[in-house]
């Protein structure tokens, strides 16, 4: 069975850091374009940041020089490093992969919740 499982989410304080960590089982993430969203209450979701399977990496405006993406292909694993967080980016945040090839096969995460509050 293909499954992302995200974790790493909790609350912080603003200027804060959080790592998140996506670890895929029934599929291996070297053959997906791997990427993180999130979804604020009320919004819609959103793409946060994106990493392909050459390691070419894409970020949203808002979080560009604040977050890193990056995968661990011997792990089976992608994180986004958080830094500078503020309140804005308050959300649930969901791990997706996507194949490089058969981009029907496409994979999500039930998601983890970033809470940024004093």
């Known amino acids: 069975q293909m499954q992302l499982v995200e974790s790493g989410g909790g609350l912080v304080q603003p200027g804060g850091s959080l790592r998140l960590s996506c670890v895929a089982s029934?599929?291996?993430?070297?053959?997906?374009?791997m990427a993180w969203y999130r979804q604020a209450q009320g919004k819609e979701r959103e793409l946060v940041a994106s990493?392909?399977?050459?390691?070419?990496?894409n970020y949203a405006d808002f979080v560009k020089g604040r977050f890193t993406i990056s995968r661990d292909n011997a792990r089976n694993t992608v994180a986004l490093q958080m830094n500078s967080l503020n309140s804005e980016d308050t959300a649930i945040y969901f791990c997706?992969?996507?194949?490089?090839?058969?981009?029907?096969?496409?994979?999500w995460g039930r998601g983890t919740q970033v809470t940024v509050s004093s």
């Open positions: 997706n992969a996507r194949h490089s090839v058969y981009s029907i096969l496409e994979y």
């Open positions: 029934g599929f291996v993430v070297s053959a997906h374009d």
């Open positions: 990493i392909s399977t050459v390691d070419s990496t």
